[in-house]
C-alpha cells in the first residue's frame, strides 16, 4: 500500500512476526515518504537489532533518538543494542536516561542491575536490587 500509517502498521506486525526483512522493507517506504519518522526508523532499528546486526541497529536507534529525543522505547532498544556489543559503559549511560524518562519500567533497572554487575559496581548491583525487591523481581 502506499498509505504510510499502514505500511508502519504493516512493519510492526511484521516485525512482532520476526519478519524482519518485510517489517524492514515497510519501515524503509515510510522513511522514503517521510525521512524525519523517528518511529518508522526505530522499527528498522529493531529488524536489525532482531537480526542480530547490531551495527545496522546502533545506527538507526542513534538516528531515531537524534530525531525524537523523548522516545523511550528507542532508548531502550539503544542500550539493548550497545550492551550486546559489550559497550557496558554506553549502554548503562543509556538506560540511566531512559530511567529520568520514564522510572515506572522495571525492564531498564533489571538492565542496569547485569550492567553495574559486569562492570564490577557493587554498590550499583546492591541498588538496583532493591528499586526490584518491592516488585519482586529483586
Known amino acids: ?4 500509517q499502514i505500511l508502519f502498521e504493516l512493519g510492526r506486525l511484521f516485525n ?11 519501515f524503509k517506504k515510510v522513511v522514503e515518504n517521510d525521512p524525519e519518522n523517528a518511529h518508522a526508523i526505530q522499527g528498522i532499528g529493531l529488524s536489525y537489532l532482531r537480526e542480530e546486526k547490531y551495527e545496522k541497529a546502533l545506527d538507526n536507534f ?6 525524537l529525543y523523548y522516545f523511550p522505547i528507542a532508548h531502550i532498544h539503544l542500550g539493548e ?18 530511567a529520568t524518562m520514564t522510572p515506572n519500567i522495571t525492564k531498564i533497572y533489571r538492565w ?7 562492570i564490577g ?10 528499586k526490584l ?6
Not at 1 to 4: A, I, K, L, T
Not at 124 to 130: E, G, I, N, S, T
Not at 133 to 138: A, K, V, Y
Open 1 to 4: 500500500p502506499d498509505n504510510s
Open 112 to 118: 542496569l542491575e547485569d550492567l553495574y554487575g559486569i
Open 121 to 130: 559496581n557493587q554498590g550499583k548491583v546492591d541498588f538496583f536490587r532493591k
Open 81 to 98: 543494542t550497545l550492551a550486546l556489543m559489550k559497550e557496558y559503559e554506553h549502554a548503562i549511560q543509556t538506560f540511566e536516561v531512559v
Open 16 to 26: 512482532s512476526l520476526l519478519e524482519t526483512r518485510a517489517a524492514r522493507n515497510c
Open 62 to 67: 542513534l538516528n531515531a533518538t537524534e530525531r
Open 133 to 138: 525487591e518491592p516488585l519482586g523481581l529483586g
